[in-house]
């Protein structure tokens, strides 16, 4: 089963910051969250992952909070090609993802 | 270049039949996945190699036999056709078991389709 817990969608006017939370409350001292997401059938895209400092890449930016139990993934400027399927991910070594339901983003014009 | 590549992209077999689906991937990578996404989106892990060696085998029908025939190649065999097997395949890799640094790399599915 998976260990996080997202509202199942959220919608986002274009050119706005998309604010996606999870939740993993039982996360362990080991484990990443990642986020992935996956675009209408495509394969998932990994998007970005942190252990417990605040991430940020070319696409999004990660803030996780102090004691990990939950995080925010940031879109700074959404776009109407980043409605998809977010899916936070806790896991550790096992080279396992176990991917929940996610949130479904929609970006609106 | 296609990073993670799967064939077919799709899949119509009649139940019963044995069907194969390949993956490639040119990244180098050490491990690699299958995950089945059924009709309510679900995505699941099946199988995981890590250089040739079967590292994770999910609770799958053992209709279903992985094959990796070197660490760049891990392709699926699926015996005698359910319904409940149509389903969305995705066949993943990554550096390493955690793929801490880069992530996965997904495919772009084969969508199985049994008639």
């Known amino acids: 089963d998976a260990k996080t817990t997202q509202p199942p969608s959220m919608d986002c006017a274009e050119g706005r910051a998309a604010n996606l939370p999870c939740n993993h409350s039982?996360?362990?001292?080991?484990?990443?969250v990642y986020w992935y997401r996956q675009i209408h059938s495509q394969g998932p895209q990994y998007i970005i992952h942190?252990?417990?400092n605040n991430e940020t890449n070319e696409m999004a930016s990660l803030i996780i909070t102090e004691d990990r139990k939950s995080s925010t993934l940031i879109l700074p400027h959404a776009t109407l090609r980043d409605t998809a399927v977010y899916y936070c991910?806790?896991?550790?070594?096992?080279?396992?993802?176990?991917f929940g339901q996610g949130t479904t983003l929609q970006v609106k014009p | 270049d296609t990073a993670v590549s799967q064939t077919p992209k799709y899949l119509v077999t009649q139940m019963g039949n044995d069907k194969s689906i390949k993956c490639e991937q040119n990244?180098?990578?050490?491990?690699m996945y299958w995950y089945k996404q059924d009709s309510k989106k679900f995505l699941k892990i099946m199988f995981s190699?890590?250089?040739?060696?079967?590292?994770i085998n999910e609770t799958v029908p053992n209709r279903f036999s992985p094959k990796s025939p070197d660490k760049a190649h891990l392709n699926l065999h699926i015996n005698s056709l359910e319904l409940g097997d149509s389903a969305v395949y995705f066949c993943?890799?990554?550096?390493?078991?955690?793929?801490?640094?880069?992530?996965?790399?997904f495919g772009s599915g084969t969508r199985l389709t049994v008639v």
């Open positions: 942190g252990l417990k």
């Open positions: 993943a890799s990554s550096q390493d078991r955690g793929s801490w640094d880069y992530g996965y790399t």
């Open positions: 990244l180098g990578h050490d491990t």
């Open positions: 991910i806790v896991a550790g070594n096992t080279g396992k993802l176990i």
């Open positions: 190699y890590n250089n040739k060696e079967l590292i």
């Open positions: 039982t996360i362990s001292g080991n484990e990443y």
